[in-house]
């Protein structure tokens, strides 16, 4: 089987606000079917990157391509081949939804015939077949934001960016729009950034966290889980056991007292603590009451990731 | 391209109170002019009867309203074209168009060629009423065309001049602003064209208003229409050129 086509192929982006290197040498590609979940605290540059790949931005230096042609070189076939939704979505509050679409599509070279198709499948897809007829400025921020994301599906770019695209919208419109991303993602480019873990979790193939301007990590969702990743049990005794017996066990890396005989123990991931312990525990009669695991801990990876306590991978 | 864009151009005027406001203004005030000028005109008839070579209905009645519609126009014009991209701007909708896969001259030429139309149905209003006045005498066509034209072009030139404005700021109001800061210069170089020297001369040759006076008079010089011509140009020049500059920096 040949490999998935490369949809987007950055080189060396950076980008300066005055003193501020706003972004500096991002490099990644993106193959179809991938789904890149962009996260990152507000400033790392990640809506800056996002600008420059839709050409909206121009960068100081590096190299974008998307579908293979070069967006500065080439840049109608390039601008054919994306979708962009910034944050907030660029819609025209004067205009009913099905005329916003339109001329969305029209803008980007479609026919009258092809426009109406479009238009129509994308009302159906998108759920907004109610409120086509509706003024823009009258929906609600979720509608708003399901019509901008419908307006970068119309003409099918391979390529689609996607700028926090769950703001403003309630648990149900997230999951629903996780669902959407997921379909997209069959066999779409999509990088969408993101504040919430959740999101990345919910939709995402890849992941790549920025900050201050660098990647600081890029892989696929499951490295990035499984990783070199402690993992932690949080247990609870009768009788505390004295430290130096937990820390002896096998694979326990820090013994984290929690007061009123509960322990947190770091250990390796994958090293089998659990049973271990509690054959310990019952040999030794401590009592043991309380057994949870804290599991591979996402979050936690991400947060020392975003601290820099960890160097680049 | 262009005519997608300005078709969504003429479809927000619309849908906004203001365009209405401003055909209404224009219209209501100018009937009103038009109505006087032809009173007067009914009253003085009796002693221009007795002269040779007198100045006919299209000298007293048409050129005089041609002359306020100018002034009228002129002052409405920038409360048009101040949204045209200030307000993409300030809404967040520019990088709708931006990262289209469009370029910078059919984008500015789309957005001008919108308000541009907007402007010509409303000189098309003015124009239907010394229009009327065809159904009870004969007017001078020449010098109706000549006027019209005039109207046209020095409209469509402040257009020009309003729409690279707008490109240079997010708000609307200081759009307006600078476009009506250029109108007050052009009309002081029309005030210091009055003078004989050779800087009253040149000042006088860049004021617009000087060369819708000639066409008014029925003087139709082909050096008055390339006047415009170029105006229009260079402020559309200046937005292409400003318009790639913003895609690539702001």
Known sequence: ?313 | MISIIAAREWRVLFASPLAWGVLAMAQGGLAWIFVTLVADFQALQGQLAGLDSAPGVTDLVVAPLFQAAAWVLLLLTPLLTMRLFSEERRAHTFELLLSAPVSASAIVLGKYLGVLAFLLLAIALVAAMPLTLALGTTLDQGKLLAGLLGLCLLIAAIAAAGLYLSLLTRQPALAAVATFGLLLLLWLADIAGARSDLAGRLLGYLAPLRHYEALLRGLFDSADVAYYLLFITLFLGLAVRRLDDLRLRD
């Open chain 1, 1 to 313: 089987m040949n490999a998935p086509p490369t949809v987007l192929q950055v080189d060396n982006l950076s980008r300066r606000f005055g003193a501020l290197h706003a972004v500096e040498s991002v490099s990644f590609s993106l193959q179809r079917g991938q789904v890149l979940g962009w996260l990152g605290p507000n400033g790392a540059g990640k809506s800056t990157t996002l600008r420059m790949l839709a050409g909206v931005l121009a960068p100081d230096a590096g190299r974008i391509v998307i579908n293979g042609a070069d967006l500065f070189d080439q840049p109608r076939p390039a601008r054919q081949a994306l979708g962009y939704l910034p944050e907030p979505p660029p819609l025209y509050r004067e205009l009913r939804v099905e005329e916003q679409l339109w001329f969305s599509a029209r803008l980007h070279g479609l026919s009258r015939t092809a426009s109406r198709r479009a238009v129509a499948d994308t009302l159906a897809r998108c759920g907004l077949e109610a409120v086509q007829r509706r003024l823009i400025g009258h929906l609600s921020r979720g509608y708003q934001q399901r019509v901008g994301i419908a307006q970068t599906l119309l003409h099918d770019p391979p390529l689609l960016l996607l700028d926090e695209p769950t703001t403003g919208l309630d648990p149900l419109q997230v999951a629903e729009l996780h669902q959407l991303i997921r379909e997209l993602g069959r066999d779409h480019g999509v990088i969408f950034s993101t504040h919430r873990l959740a999101d990345v979790r919910a939709v995402c193939t890849h992941v790549q966290i920025m900050r201050d301007g660098r990647l600081v990590y890029a892989g696929a969702l499951a490295e990035l889980e499984r990783g070199d990743l402690t993992t932690a049990l949080r247990v609870g005794f009768e009788t505390s056991p004295p430290l130096t017996a937990l820390a002896a066990l096998p694979g326990v890396i820090a013994v984290e007292p929690l007061g009123r005989g509960r322990f947190r123990l770091r250990h390796a991931a994958g090293a089998n603590l659990a049973r271990m312990l509690v054959e310990q525990a019952v040999a030794a009669g401590w009592g043991l009451c309380e057994l949870i695991p804290e599991g591979a801990d996402l979050e936690q990876r991400c947060i020392e990731l975003l601290l820099g306590t960890e160097e680049a991978s």
